[in-house]
């Protein structure tokens, strides 16, 4: 099993080093506002987390590799102390970007040493610490990729982090596909003895009415037509709180949106391109996806219903070096749900609140999710920057309904009729 | 059916008026948060509301009293057209409250001749609408009462508004006894034919795991020792995003708690007086009974529990001029549920969601209550001010989880051990 | 001597009485911006002034009449003890107004006490006290109208303070005639035995080049071809921190202007009516006049250009029951300087300094002038608004560049042609 | 002269980069606060300071490097186009800062063709242009260093940009040695044919009381007093608005003090070390000189005075590698006037406004001094981090009363006793 993990560790450790392979030095170190982290920042929080949860715990004769680290690379888990406060990590030019790579270096090296010297009891209890670990970091690369594009999009010289070939492919046809459901009395959360976050336990029981998801995700060609009909000038579709927001923040379109004359562009991690009709909208908050919703006489799934009708369905990663960055247009028979995975994640209407039973683990890890359940919405599935293998039908994903620079977008559901 | 409808919209009228009594003109026109409105604003508000609902359609000859009016005295209706800004209400000085009440006058008689007048097929589409602005109006009475607190808390001379007889009487001995409930698939929503608002509707299933709830609030020598124990330093003990916001705001026990030296006293609408251990506490936000509840080793209910619990328990109402405007302590057998109505209302752990199935009214009522289900909990129960004949087992008030002035407190639930 | 002050006094309590004889009692109590006070809490603050520096001086057994109003009405006297928060004036509706008013009365019945048993040396350091606080109501008499303004001009119902007759009378038709002066080392400052504030003195030189000063002030009909020709828009004409406040605060035109149209209203004490082009342009701040002073090709004038020019000149006071609270057009001859007092203040170039030798008085009075002293300009005159006999040639106003709500104007100067 | 303006320009290029020899990538972009810049941009900014007003008006066939740089390299010349907005200069990642150098380059290159083929009546106009942007560059190299050690001082890790001996010596032991100068008419501002900006010009009469100056700065000794005497506790001393200012921003010592139990540290650019009592008092704003002027007895010069005081001083530059960029013991005889340059900039009293006549040049160099005439106060002198040759006595540098990254202290000035 350890061998197992070592080998995952390295994959994981390596595969965020990766994704850093076109930015210059320069990109790592800037915060473009106060929800995004410097890339510098990512590579040694995820790098802290290893050392403050396990060396200092299970390394013989541990010593602190940098005591101010702890304070810096701490993003909020006061139990283990102080932290450095989130607006300013922009401020941190130092260590450098070398320097940071020469702690990962390190961690990696104690890690690995580390994993092959555990024994006994301590085993199973440093391998879940790891596994969460790894997990965590994979999280981290998300954020990575969603943090350097709005970085880039602030930059009026439009920096682009790779370019891709753009390969267009036919699209769904089908337009009004549903796929219905009965309802009632469902399972929901995770009951396997693979590894999950705690804000997936228990498995419980919810009652269910019947309902009906579309089969694939909103097209940009969709959205664009809610825009033309006056979408964010109506504030009739719109929660009261999004309606202020989106005035406040000045909204006309989805993040990434570019109007151009006649035409409309968006900004990717690739380039600066018209926008593709056929492709998944993406960059929409939940405000934007709950009055999209409404004013297609529909609505947002609940998360419950979201998870009930991705049972058994396959998790095909794209998530590939080469290919874009961005969600792809569908290509699948309409008989069946598609896009659960692989493109944008997708609001539900369910508040992120804690499951019937839910226990933290103790101590600091504790700190990692239900401190969280306020003010947010879920979403589920995965996106084209997620890690392969990350996710799975249980996940929940979280964001406070505001937040659009993540890959978010949009699944219709409506009330089976009766 | 109308006869009796008059009767109680007279009745209710009457009794905004004689909530005021206490106060000066000054009193009036004050907005001491973005939050409160002035009384001034109260009055004119509920009465643009029937004018502009029942009035305006189906008076014959219908013109507008004040073509201002219809702008200042718009809460957030958008169908109905442009409001005056909510944070600048306070800058109305005109129309004196003098003609508030003038205003007042003509709307009531001419209510009271609509009603006598109407017909036919209209009865039952204006008695509806007549109905949601008498409950309307009562909400706002409540909200009077707590913006005046608020306002003359800001006082340093510390207004009374009424002076009541304190009446201290024996209070429950028994701190730690618990209802039990079995769960299972319950209903949930108004299913009766007399009046609810939209988010109780529609009746509908939900699943519970069995549970138990505390039978009566937690009291102000509870919550005392949790403020001795540090609970407002404790960040472990906190939502996130409550710590930050007590944090900011400065909290270090509930509002209107006053520290002297070795006391605590205590803000009320009667006087400023040490505060009373057997008391329910009060005024606090749902962060501060998120992070009681986890130092207490329990949890709030979900509002669907609450509701299960509640079921069938007479509502005794107890808002009564001479009482004090102010929770009692329990006085009742530790064998049934006790203080669901008449003291504070009591945050759930339930974020403000629509029901399956909701649906909101066509038009700006439609606007009454649907736009505002986002970043809020749910209370249940109903205060020492609300006004007599208002609440039921199935009625969701709503607030954000940061709000503290209104009459908010908070009852214990907790997992059936299996 | 004390008879006179007695008597003068008297006439000043009951002036500020009379200013508020139009207010309901609603008006008096809002403070509607952070800037301007409740007319309520300007009546007591300058009875405060009198208890404070008076009568808890040289009254034989002072007792305080109210320990609170000792901070409720202390303005920006540090020495004197803690003082409410400037910004929460507004939350004040007790003291209810009656109670201000009897306020009032107790200290003008001691003070007529006290006036009338001074004896020996006290007499004359109380009577410099007592003259100091005659002056100061004299500033909150102006301070009330301006305030009052601001408020009505919040309130989409337009309140009248006063209605005055137009009475249009023939204006100035010369628009450009300029009055020279030699410069050369004159003499600034206070140097009589009257009083003055501290800020006015010491008498001492200054050399000035010699320069101009337009006979009268800027009209409303030249300011406006200043908005026709785009002076809003053009960063050029401004000052930097200028350009930045009126695009921040969306300024198109002076305060209180009001387009409809095709039409130009002005919202006055009196009424909102057509802009008249005669009238001197007022409710301009630094920043407006400085621009344009710089589009019409001259400049504003140094407070030492003004003084010199205003040598020997009368003060003819036009501030009076029945006449508009508005300046009025220009009706004099163009040989002579006119319209120095009694229109608009005027703003000069000289940010508000120290005169050389300047010094404080001794304790709480020392704050009066001295400690603003810093990012705020000079202005001379007196409005239409300064209440009779309050100001002189050497007199000294001062205001922030941004402020508005003032009756502020615009005299032109520029340099001799040599 | 112009292959001299050549070798300067060249010069003085070259010096701006090894100002930055020190840094490493990441420091170049960072944005520490908005008033602050990122090196990568000074360096940019300067450079195209001269593609914008000198090759692009001499250079033939001249056509934009970078059109983007145009906006976004623009610091606040309305008159050339739109600027890339001031506080998100930092979000700016590319251009990287090796191509910025590359800019840089390309730049030096064509200027200095374009140097050697001027001719004729162009060479005079140009040459002032370039003499201008040689200047300017000499401000942004002096800010480099400010901005630097500000944002190093943000980071715990406490960055050093460049070790220095530090080679303690001995310093001025009379503390209280004051030079007495005559007042009268006397004669200020730039009256040479060498260059200087427009806002030491013309030159003019002012008329100056007798005062006298203190011989050398203020202490860290001397200010460390006025700490200890609770000089930041005690609102009498301070201008009302720093009183304000101090209080939001939690001042208790100047900028780059650190209070370590019971010692004082200071954060330099060389190192942290305990505070020097000898040093001049460095990063004060100017409400900090004035309350401690105040706490003195003594009161800050007027710009007049200070420049009147230094005539025909001696500007010794101290500015060199190798040495510390931080201000030095006064080591001087107490006979005559030290410490004028080289060590602190020195807060007058002045607040900074034009002379009489001032013109601005035309075009959008004339927006390099004029609109800054508000809210600012002048400083004269130069500090340890001013380039050598930069100043003279009759330069007038100016920041906002709030201001302290700059190197900025305090000399005492007194009236004359007559």
């Given at each position: 099993?350890?061998?197992?993990?070592?080998?995952?560790?390295?994959?994981?450790?390596?595969?965020?080093?990766?994704?850093?392979?076109?930015?210059?030095?320069?990109?790592?170190?800037v915060?473009?506002?106060p929800?995004?982290?410097?890339?510098?920042?990512?590579?040694?929080?995820?790098?802290?987390?290893?050392e403050?949860?396990?060396?200092?715990?299970?390394?013989?004769?541990?010593?602190?590799?940098?005591?101010?680290?702890?304070?810096?690379?701490?993003?909020?888990?006061?139990?283990?102390?102080?932290?450095?406060?989130?607006?300013?990590?922009?401020?941190?030019?130092?260590?450098?970007?070398?320097?940071?790579?020469?702690?990962?270096?390190?961690?990696?090296?104690?890690?690995?040493?580390?994993?092959?010297?555990?024994?006994?009891?301590?085993?199973?209890?440093?391998?879940?610490?790891?596994?969460l670990?790894?997990?965590?970091?994979?999280?981290?690369?998300?954020?990575?990729?969603?943090?350097?594009?709005?970085?880039?999009?602030c930059?009026?010289?439009?920096?682009?982090?790779?370019?891709?070939?753009?390969?267009?492919?036919?699209a769904?046809?089908?337009?009004?596909?549903?796929?219905?459901?009965?309802?009632?009395?469902?399972?929901?959360g995770?009951?396997?003895?693979?590894?999950?976050?705690?804000?997936?336990?228990?498995?419980?029981?919810v009652?269910?009415?019947?309902?009906?998801?579309?089969?694939?995700?909103?097209?940009?060609g969709?959205?664009?037509?809610?825009?033309?009909?006056?979408?964010?000038?109506?504030?009739?579709?719109?929660?009261?709180?999004?309606?202020?927001?989106a005035?406040?923040?000045?909204?006309?379109?989805?993040?990434?949106?570019?109007?151009?004359?006649?035409?409309?562009?968006?900004?990717?991690?690739?380039?600066v391109?018209?926008?593709?009709?056929?492709?998944?909208?993406?960059?929409?908050?939940y405000?934007?996806?709950?009055?999209?919703?409404?004013?297609?006489?529909?609505?947002?799934?609940?998360?419950?219903?979201?998870?009930?009708?991705?049972e058994?369905?396959?998790?095909?990663?794209?998530?590939?070096?080469?290919?874009?960055?961005?969600p792809?247009?569908?290509?699948?028979?309409?008989?069946?749900?598609?896009?659960?995975?692989?493109?944008?994640w997708?609001?539900?209407?369910?508040p992120?609140?804690?499951?019937?039973?839910?226990?933290?683990?103790?101590?600091?890890?504790g700190?990692?999710?239900?401190?969280?359940?306020?003010?947010?919405?879920?979403?589920?599935?995965?996106?084209?920057?997620?890690?392969?293998?990350?996710?799975?039908?249980?996940?929940?994903?979280?964001?406070?309904?505001?937040?659009?620079?993540?890959?978010?977008?949009?699944?219709?559901?409506?009330?089976?009729?009766?």
């Open positions: 099993m350890i061998a197992n993990l070592a080998e995952r560790f390295a994959r994981t450790r390596t595969f965020s080093e990766r994704l850093c392979a076109p930015l210059a030095t320069e990109d790592y170190v915060q473009a506002m929800d995004a982290s410097p890339t510098s920042w990512h590579l040694a929080h995820t790098t802290w987390f290893f403050t949860f396990v060396l200092s715990r299970w390394e013989r004769g541990y010593r602190p590799i940098n005591a101010d680290y702890q304070v810096l690379f701490n993003s909020y888990y006061n139990s283990v102390g102080e932290q450095f406060p989130r607006p300013r990590r922009g401020m941190l030019t130092r260590p450098t970007v070398a320097e940071v790579f020469g702690y990962r270096r390190e961690v990696d090296e104690r890690m690995s040493r580390l994993m092959q010297s555990l024994v006994g009891g301590e085993v199973h209890e440093a391998a879940s610490v790891i596994e670990g790894i997990q965590h970091e994979q999280q981290h690369q998300e954020l990575i990729l969603t943090d350097v594009k709005y970085l880039f999009s930059n009026p010289l439009r920096p682009v982090y790779r370019e891709a070939k753009a390969g267009k492919q036919a769904c046809a089908k337009p009004d596909a549903w796929i219905a459901h009965d309802g009632g009395v469902v399972e929901i995770y009951g396997g003895d693979g590894f999950c976050f705690d804000n997936e336990r228990p498995r419980h029981r009652y269910l009415e019947p309902f009906e998801l579309n089969h694939r995700l909103v097209t940009n969709e959205y664009l037509n809610f825009v033309k009909d006056r979408g964010y000038r109506r504030p009739e579709l719109w929660l009261s709180l999004g309606w202020t927001t005035r406040e923040q000045q909204w006309s379109a989805p993040l990434y949106w570019i109007e151009q004359g006649e035409q409309w562009l968006q900004f990717t991690l690739d380039d391109r018209p926008l593709d009709a056929d492709e998944p909208v993406c960059h929409v908050s405000f934007e996806a709950d009055a999209f919703a409404r004013w297609s006489g529909a609505r947002l799934p609940t998360e419950f219903e979201w998870e009930r009708a991705a058994g369905v396959d998790i095909a990663d794209r998530f590939a070096e080469g290919e874009r960055l961005h792809s247009a569908c290509r699948h028979d309409c008989a069946e749900i598609a896009q659960l995975y692989g493109e944008t997708q609001w539900t209407s369910s992120y609140t804690a499951y019937p039973g839910f226990e933290t683990a103790g101590g600091a890890l700190e990692y999710n239900g401190k969280f359940m306020c003010n947010q919405y879920v979403l589920r599935g995965g996106s084209c920057a997620t890690p392969p293998g990350h996710v799975r039908e249980t996940y929940r994903n979280f964001f406070p309904p505001e937040a659009r620079w993540q890959f978010t977008g949009i699944r219709l559901a409506r009330d089976t009729k009766r």
